[in-house]
């Protein structure tokens, strides 16, 4: 099994993987900066109307949970291959997008993907360690981008004591998970896009309508739906996967 950090160059500093868990994700974006406006709420089911109208909509980022696979890594490797390296940097940059270079960070990764792009921005409080991280990244390249979050102290207490306050007990930050984080939002020009560290940079999806959000019958299909298909196909791949999507709080 191809560890999903394996791409994260020898001797950089690991992070205690984050739980997949909505109140730790919550907390950890809260404590950034995110108005608590916003919350993170588990995704049951992607095909049962009934299930998905527990989460409360509209869904402003989704981010995808699942173990690296072969199939997957085939996949990556072959539609990054003929990519150049992403260099999208300022104001212009259809979305943020950032770079993995610290261990065991996918899952941090994935929520600041959620959080820096699409509607999702305008819920940051002004001021805030994720507001001025923000401003401070949308200017860099992508490799200068990555220094910033890989140096920020903000980012790495707040992901520890996020990282500590599971439900399980946190594995030792240089244990390697088999678990990747991947993340859907919709950009302000109505494009779904698929956000992951990992990859040669940002990936458009396809286009989405006004009132489309990321859990609407569309970009299921060109997001978890079709990725969950290559899976299947590939032939009795390890299906365990979970979804959260980044929504407006129940309080």
């Known amino acids: 099994m191809h560890a999903p950090d394996a791409d994260v160059p020898k001797g950089r500093k690991r992070f205690v993987p984050l739980e997949n868990n909505p109140e730790v994700m919550s907390l950890l974006v809260h404590k950034l900066g995110l108005s608590e406006k916003l919350a993170f709420h588990d995704v049951f089911s992607i095909d049962e109307p009934e299930l998905l109208a527990f989460v409360p909509r509209p869904a402003l980022a989704l981010l995808l949970i699942f173990p690296v696979s072969e199939t997957y890594e085939k996949f990556r490797v ?20 950032y770079k993995q270079t610290i261990g065991n960070a996918c899952g941090l990764i994935g929520l600041l993907h959620g ?55 946190a594995p030792e930050a240089d244990v390697s998970v088999d678990l990747h984080f991947v993340c859907f939002i919709k950009s302000e020009d109505n494009h779904l896009w698929e956000m992951d560290g990992r990859r040669k940079g940002p990936l458009d999806r ?46």
């Open 78 to 97: 072959q539609e990054d291959s003929p990519k150049p390296e992403y260099q999208g940097s300022g104001p212009d940059e259809p979305v943020v997008w």
């Open 115 to 169: 959080v820096s792009n699409g509607a999702a921005r305008s819920y940051i409080e002004p001021n805030s360690n994720l507001s001025k991280l923000i401003s401070d990244a949308i200017p860099l390249k992508p490799v200068e981008r990555a220094e910033l979050l890989y140096e920020s102290q903000a980012l790495e207490s707040a992901h520890q004591s996020a990282a500590t306050g599971g439900d399980t007990s």
């Open 206 to 251: 396809g286009v989405l309508t006004a009132d489309e959000d990321v859990l609407s019958e569309k970009a299921l299909d060109l997001g978890v739906r079709s990725f969950l298909k290559r899976e299947q196909e590939a032939g009795g791949g390890d299906l365990r996967f979970s979804l959260i999507a980044l929504s407006p709080s129940l309080d």
